[in-house]
């Protein structure tokens, strides 16, 4: 008898959809404007090429502190007294690599547990505005005064958040925060994560190793794709938008554009990383430079990623207030910007 068994085929990993949105785009672009289809590949590359120091030295930053395990220290700033875990709760979270869902594990067993809701929001808010590559990626693009005001607001909007739910820790706001089974899976597939001690030598260890360039390689090709759009964004914003349009709208003094900046960065927000060239356009075409501070704080801490990890745990009445904390902390951080820019 003949073998009738067959073998599966191998498929190959699907095309991650940000790709598909760039080349959809740049096919619009030389389909309705082919003049400036070469213009806007010119402008992706040499920005990207102008880029690419910082994003190689991020993305090994990040691939060591991953292989070290260094995110174990993470814990410490969980233990002792309440007004200390605020501190290190905002320092660490305005500092950590760690991605919002990698840390709703650990949050949601810090919780449970009984650590104050107070560290645990100044942790929530800092920690998606700012991390290593992040740092870079925006003091290449928007400058290293941009990115050291950016830094410190994370940690002081931290801060505010932290002490603001400190003090009405008996209000019926916070009070019973958890929902009663709260979503504890994380889009990174982390089950305990921040255990152990740091192996600052990784390289002795080959499964340490093994973390340092997976790690490498996905953090390379996640900055890559997202920097791609952005740049590709920014050339065809500079291109088609007016100047005189954003300068109307989120240009100026006073608090108007910073409290539109704050409104619109919330629900416009594509990923941290993608919004530092989109804020770079808007600014060479007239944005004010407290809009844009606040625009990169409100949508940070608003951005679907951060959000659900705060939402998956707690219930709607905190959820809002965790948002609000970011509007009025963006807001603040905007008006200061823009005093001293």
Not at 171 to 186: H, I, N, T, W, Y
Not at 300 to 307: D, E, K, Q
Not at 308 to 332: D, H, N, T
Request: aromatic fraction near 10%; include cysteine; hydrophobic fraction near 60%.
């Amino acid at each position: 008898m003949a073998d009738t068994t067959t073998t599966a085929t191998r498929r190959l990993p699907p095309i991650p959809k940000v790709w598909l949105v760039i080349v959809g785009i740049l096919a619009l672009v030389a389909l309705l404007d082919w003049p400036q289809f070469p213009d806007t590949l010119r402008f992706t590359f040499d920005a990207l090429l102008g880029t690419a120091p910082f994003i190689l030295f991020a993305v090994l930053a990040v691939a060591y502190l991953k292989a070290t395990g260094a995110e174990t220290l993470m814990a410490k700033a969980f233990e002792g007294r309440e007004v200390r875990m605020i501190f290190l709760a905002a320092a660490l979270g305005g500092l950590s690599p760690f991605c919002s869902c990698e840390v709703i594990p650990f949050i949601a067993a810090l919780l449970a547990v009984g650590a104050p809701l107070a560290a645990v929001m100044a942790f929530w808010l800092a920690s998606p505005l700012m991390d290593p590559a992040m740092f870079l990626i925006t003091a290449g693009t928007l400058g290293w005064s941009f990115a050291v005001a950016k830094a410190l607001a994370a940690v002081g909007l931290g801060l505010l958040g932290g002490f603001g739910t400190r003090a009405l820790a008996n209000s019926a706001v916070f009070r019973d925060p958890l929902r009663e089974k709260p979503q504890v899976g994380g889009c990174c597939g982390v089950k305990k994560p921040f255990q152990g001690k740091p192996v600052w030598r990784f390289w002795q260890h080959s499964d340490r190793v093994e973390t340092f360039r997976d790690t490498g390689l996905e953090n390379a090709l996640f900055l890559l794709k997202w920097l791609t759009l952005a740049y590709v964004l920014e050339a065809l914003m500079i291109h088609y938008i007016p100047a005189d349009m954003i300068a109307g709208v989120l240009g100026g003094t006073g608090i108007v554009p910073i409290l539109m900046g704050a409104l619109v960065g919330a629900p416009a927000y594509l990923n941290g990383y993608a919004a530092v060239p989109l804020v770079d356009a808007l600014l060479a075409q007239g944005m004010a430079p407290g809009a844009a501070m606040s625009f990169v704080i409100a949508g940070g801490v608003s951005c679907i990623p951060a959000a659900i990890a705060v939402w998956a745990l707690v219930k709607p009445r905190v959820f809002f207030a965790y948002l609000g904390w970011a509007l009025m902390g963006a807001m603040i951080a905007g008006l200061a910007w823009g005093a001293i820019a």
